[in-house]
């Protein structure tokens, strides 16, 4: 044991002096910068965004809380009637591209981002935009920027001493999980970014300000999650790979779920004794519930890519066992993931918690997989229990009363089986271990039905 400590340090100092020189301390991270330019282009952005009638309702709403985040002091008439026009042709042109997928978006951003804040906007960028720019400047930087640039400079102010603290480890342990030198990476902080709150092209990152889900550790989380994005070539590389080799395609977007989780892991982590409670941005705001096929991504990070970042396997081992364990549900499917696998996945993620609920001894918790009606039905060996009090009561009475114990639940050989869009039947077997080394179990039958409060279970047939 001690040798395999001895060697696994002694792997861990060799990358370290591999990706970061010795001296790196968390300035030389990331090199903030707080610009008149790129704010004032963003700004128009989020004003085009907010006020435009054929918006994408995502973008719209995320833009509207950020302007009511930034105000302006109140515009003379004339001044104001320049904007809107310059907001109008904001609108027309950008309303509907995403900064983060468009090359001439990207080709402004990166101009724009090292403009000088007392000249004029840089002539790279091309009119008619240019001429917007000038256009709305002088009022932007009258009426807003003064806030604005303060809003700035005090985020980057409230994440420098994290860095100081946290910093060189966490960029130490990602260059590490992803195998890549650390590079040198600009940060441009703006009131509103876009629809996420960030987003990474090259080695520029552009960051909110003022998005409430962007302050404190969660800065810090997502500073390296960004940055994630900028070493991430290789482990693109290698999950396409392992896929190939399976024949199958890498599922969209299953590398920014690993994203979410490594940063998370590695900032959660890292802030152990500082901030004990600190939940990773994707946990608190439900991002893996949320997004198709996240729920089974992220148990499938837990089980491989959680023991790699432990150093327990490899990165190679970690990503095959991921590949195989998607592609092997996929095939069922012939190789697509359908509506049906995201059904599938929902009610996966329900019964996942009542494991998890029963396993830690809270009934209350596992109680929330059955829909709270009246004509909820558990039937067990010849009787009916009919209601979602009465079912508690039974598992109440059942596994808490007096001399009985819950024990550990397992479910398996799960069977979904989706009826409609809104109804499913899911077959398998549950067991229970309990401490004296009795194994009692048996088969289920449960019928699902999508409520508006998501999937519950509304009819329960278990045997033993
Ligand atoms: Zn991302």
């Known amino acids: 044991m001690n040798t395999f400590r001895y060697s696994r340090l002694a792997i861990g100092l060799f990358t370290i002096a591999l990706f970061l020189p010795t001296a790196c301390s968390a300035a030389d991270l990331f090199q903030f910068r707080n610009g008149f330019w790129i704010n004032l282009h963003h700004y128009l952005y989020a004003e085009a965004l907010a006020q435009g009638t054929n918006v994408n309702p995502r973008w719209q709403a995320s833009a509207r809380a950020a302007l009511e985040h930034a105000p302006c002091s109140a515009f003379a008439a004339d001044e104001q009637r320049d904007w809107n026009e310059v907001v109008k042709l904001y609108e027309q042109s950008f309303s509907s591209r995403d900064p983060l997928f468009d090359q001439e978006l990207l080709a402004v951003n990166r101009a ?7 000249g004029s906007a840089p002539i790279s960028i091309s009119n008619p935009l240019r001429g917007q720019l000038q256009r709305a400047a002088d009022a932007y930087r009258a009426h807003c920027w003064p806030a604005h640039q303060r809003a700035n400079a005090l985020w980057i102010a409230a994440l420098g001493p994290r860095l100081a603290d946290h910093g060189t480890p966490i960029a130490k342990r990602l260059s590490e999980v992803y195998g890549e030198p650390w590079p040198n990476i600009v940060v441009d902080v703006v009131t509103y970014s876009n629809w996420a709150g ?18 404190g ?18 482990i693109i590389k290698q999950l396409s790979a392992a896929f190939r080799k399976l024949n199958s395609d890498q599922p969209n977007g299953f590398e920014h779920a690993l994203i979410f989780f490594t940063a998370g892991a590695l900032t959660q982590t890292e802030l152990r004794s500082s901030d004990p409670e600190y939940v990773p941005y994707a946990y608190r705001l439900g991002i893996y519930k949320r997004v198709p096929f996240w729920a089974e991504d992220e148990q499938l990070l837990q089980q491989y890519w959680q023991p790699y970042l432990q150093g327990k396997h490899s990165r190679q081992a970690a990503i095959e066992s991921m590949a195989r ?77 007096a001399g009985n114990q819950m024990g550990k639940l397992v479910f398996s050989d799960l069977e979904i089986h989706v009826l409609a869009p809104d109804a499913a039947w899911v077959g398998g077997r549950w067991q229970l271990e309990m401490t004296d080394g009795k194994r009692p179990g048996g088969l289920f039958t449960l019928i699902f039905r999508k409520l508006p409060e998501g999937w519950k279970i509304v009819h329960d047939h278990t045997s033993s």
């Open 112 to 118: 724009l981002g090292s403009a000088d804040d007392r």
């Open 217 to 234: 550790d969660s800065a810090l989380e997502m500073i390296f999650h960004e940055a994630s994005h900028t070493i991430d070539d290789g």
């Open 325 to 401: 364990a998607i592609v092997g549900e996929d095939t069922k499917a012939s190789g697509a993931r359908t509506v049906d696998d995201e059904v599938a996945a929902a009610i996966r993620a329900v019964l996942d918690q009542q494991v998890s609920a029963w396993n830690r001894g809270d009934l209350d918790a596992f109680m929330r997989g059955y829909a709270k009606l009246g004509e909820l039905s558990f039937y067990s060996g010849s009787t009916v229990t009919s209601g979602w009090e009465q079912t508690l009561q039974r598992y109440r009475t059942k596994y808490q009363g």
């Open 198 to 215: 960030a987003y990474t092209a090259d080695h520029q990152i552009t960051v909110d300000s003022l998005n409430p889900d962007y302050q």
